[in-house]
């Protein structure tokens, strides 16, 4: 039909070729001026070689798979180049050393005795990781990933002796494999036409944000639009702590109703479990979460979370928590976040192994050292964020209302405000300083200064602990400019807090802590990357009189293929 038009309008022209008509007949369409450029001759040439070098490879491509019977024998089980190599072999390592300080100050501890003579102030260590990566080796979708990092103390200090702990002491373990497995396909794309993958080796799980294990054996799933199913099971891997490793399984089951075209919503089940020997009798432990978030049009999103836990006492599932939260766009600028979590005592920590609960998963809203307990409380917290341009300003309020009289300080609940601003306030975001500020405020409640509750019994700790805190906290980056090989990043921070905190015997008002921290990282190349680092904090004047101000410096080089 093209040509019969083609030749319909060259025969026109010759007929009428005599008395042309010059009349402008018809106005172009609105922005059909943009549609009528000149093409540029050498971009069209380079664009019919491109083309003609394209066709023939796809010919040599066709002719080879009709020679040898095969669909296709552009894949080779071995790399055969350098070029092939480094796009199908990954490895980056990073090592240096870590130097920690936490010299003596001269005085007593809390109580009046005196640090032991063999005390060390600082301990020396080298620190890395390196991680070995492989794809589309021996057979297509086929794949191996190596994982692990090291500490070694270069110094014969006891741990028992020194301010300066590492997670390596508990267990002396200086090497860590924390991953080494071999794969069929992936799961975060679909490996071929059947959507399945394997995995097998030492590997860790991290379903939803909810469970978290490593362990070493086998993984199944399946991939396909708008859903995703896995399962898998091994022996539970120690790397820190010595404690039974047991068998543990799960799964995980994902439904995304929108990439189904079905409703703008997805909805996820994890489920994790541990069988363990608990006093020479066999306990199984069960953590089980079910996510859901559903789009309200274009402006808001609602998620929802819920746990149920086994903790293997023969009582069977029983709920841990249940929450939602809310993120809504008020305008092209402003965005307002609601939550509201209730959770309660018997919810369990994320590692099943523990002997006893720990509330892990607030553990970035607590100030103390170590778990927290779970309690049957309800958080509630809301979020103002107004954005324009490169300027945020953020104002946050949170509460946490626990149930019942407080016996014990993980009990108190607390009421926490504050504002964040970040922005550029030399040059722009990408060639210039980006900083943020913030203040917080907290305070807790049923404390010693809440009730005049001094001298309360020994077994009652719900009077000490922290009773309020202020908190302001200040950092800056500084970038070079374009995007080559070598550039540079710096970056800094501080903070400074105020406590005020009670026990029954003593009450401490207005004790100021501060720190801060440096980072500076400069790529030589693409491929070579140094790290120096350093941060600083005191020592509590009132919990560690014992201990002056702590450092820690560190420089590290990267290199990756």
Known sequence: MKKLALLTVVLASHAYADTPDLTV??????GAAKDMKMRDKRAA????????????????????????GSTSTSFKPIPTSMRDLRERVIFRINAGVQLDNAPASG????GGAQLPGDFAGSRAWLVGDAVVGAHDILLPSMGAYFLTSFQLDTTDSLATRTATISPFDSSDLALAIKAGYAEYGRDDRKPDATGVWLRGGRQFRLDGGNLFAYFDGATIGYRAKGVQVSGFAGQRVALYIDTQRGVT???????DLKAMKTAPAKISVDYQGLAIDVFGEGQARSLLALNGSYALGTKGKVDVVGRLVDAGDGTGFGLG???GRLRYQLSNDMLVIADATQKLGGDLAYDLSAPTAGDVLNIAQRLGVGLNRPVDALNLGATLDYRKKESEVMVFVRTEQASGTPQFVDQRGYIEGGAALAGSPVGSRGAGVWATLQYRYR???????DDDQMGSAFGDSSTSGIDQMHEISADATLRSGGRGSRRWRFQAG?????YDFSSPYREVTTEGRGGGRADLQFWMSRDLRLQVGAEGAEASVVLSPDIGFMTSVRAALEARW
Do not use: C, M, W
């Open 25 to 30: 007949h018809e106005l172009p369409a609105p």
């Open 45 to 68: 040439a380079k664009k019919q070689v491109a083309d003609e070098k394209a066709a023939k490879k796809v010919v040599a491509a066709a002719d080879d798979a009709s020679s040898s």
């Open 107 to 110: 005085d007593a501890l809390r």
């Open 249 to 255: 399984y799960g799964g995980t089951i994902t439904v």
């Open 321 to 323: 928590r249940v929450g």
């Open 443 to 449: 305070q807790f409640l049923n404390g010693g200064h």
């Open 494 to 498: 501080a903070f400074y807090r105020i």
